[in-house]
């Protein structure tokens, strides 16, 4: 009598099913991503996953991570291409405004839009990861204007998180440029006055 072979099932392939929940997570965010949605995408069941990641959190720590690594602004590059701090930081919103609104699902910057979870565990986790870049611009403001460092800076972040933002609910390239453009107007003033101070 013939013995039957089990086929095997491939191993799983833990990083590629980093880059699918990276694309599920920054199409709908955190909090609208269920264990289910995970699992179906990675062709998985919840024990698979949690041995694979840990717990959901974790996957998502490590999604951020994989699109810190691949789609993040060049935040220190733009400032240091720039010997005028408000052209500069006006070109990083207007770069931040084209990059958030490039791709037709994956709008915003995830990261960005992980800091506004519910999940408080996701929200650390992400406020984290934005926290390096936010302190490369204070210390690049505060060589420019020591005295309005944290004033400018909470502009810029302000207009960043916006931006973001809108991107996500479908504001077009044009007009999000357009509103990077506009605040890099006041960013011009703001400098001005320091300088005429």
Partial sequence: ?????????????????????????????????????LTAALGIVPPSLYAAYGSKAELFD???????????????EILSAHSDPAAA?????????????????????MITE???????????MATALAAPASTIIREYVARHNPDGADRITDYVLLTLRGLSSFAC?????????ASAR????SLEQEFEASLAA
């Fill in 89 to 109: 930081l006006t070109e990083l919103l207007v770069m931040a405004a084209r990059h958030y609104s490039r791709h037709e699902t994956c709008r915003g910057c």
């Fill in 182 to 185: 506009l605040a890099g107007r």
């Fill in 169 to 177: 609910l479908g504001q077009s390239a044009e007009r999000l440029v």
């Fill in 62 to 76: 490590r999604a951020m991570r994989l699109y810190a690594s691949q789609h993040s602004l060049p935040v220190e």
């Fill in 114 to 124: 992980g800091m506004r979870a519910n999940d408080p565990t996701a929200r650390a």
């Fill in 1 to 37: 009598m013939e013995q039957r072979t089990r086929k095997r099932r491939p191993a799983f392939d833990r990083e590629n099913g980093v880059q699918i929940a990276q694309r599920l997570f920054h199409e709908r965010g955190y909090d609208a991503v269920g264990v289910a949605d």
